[in-house]
């Protein structure tokens, strides 16, 4: 079987989420201990905690929900960019990664990644994102989907294009991952958010397998 990679952060209480957000809770339903038959849990979090997907609706009031997310576009080949220098992702960022030919997945790996790998719980404001300008190079290069390692795509403090340009373009956003220690390079990634009907986003489970080699 090949090496699964787990790229998604853990859901725990005190871990960074966005200002404003009230965290998570793991509340305590039934437990055996006091005497009860099972063990049982109530989860309490914003659907944009840890590692999650954004609907097209969490920016677009005319955008679809989470369980129309498209499966395909969040399943398959994926190219994973190491940018460790960078402070923001700009056209120019992008433009000089050699990305593969027929590359409709992108994941960038920033020092974003540090801070998960490192537990720091506090939320960090000068964290790596795209401008808005990055996002229309993506739309060029018709990419599907775009992951990144921290809690948006867009730099704290800008407004929305970012988000709306990608959305609007039918861009599957990840964000939250979590790809310290990733080496650059080409994986199968397996992303599957949760099925919340009516959702502008959804936590997720995201994986990478190492592809075989190829003769």
Known sequence: MSEIIDISVPLLPGMPVWPGDD??????????ATGDKNNSSRL????HTGTHVDAPWHFLEDG??????????????????????????????LARLTLPAGTTRLLLRTRNSELWETGVTEFRKDFVALTSDAAQWLV??????IGVDYLSVHRYGDNAPTHQILLRAGIVIVEGLNLAGVAPGKYELICLPLRLDGADGAPARAVLRRLPARD
């Not at 060029?140 to 989907?145: A, F, K, T």
């Open 140 to 145: 060029g290069q018709g990419i599907r989907l």
């Open 23 to 32: 965290g998570i809770r793991i509340v305590p339903v039934k437990r055996m």
């Open 44 to 47: 309490d979090c914003n659907v």
């Open 64 to 93: 679809s929900t989470a369980e129309q997310l498209p499966l395909d576009a969040m399943m398959g080949e994926a190219f994973v960019a190491y940018l460790p220098e960078v402070d923001v992702i700009a056209v120019e960022t």
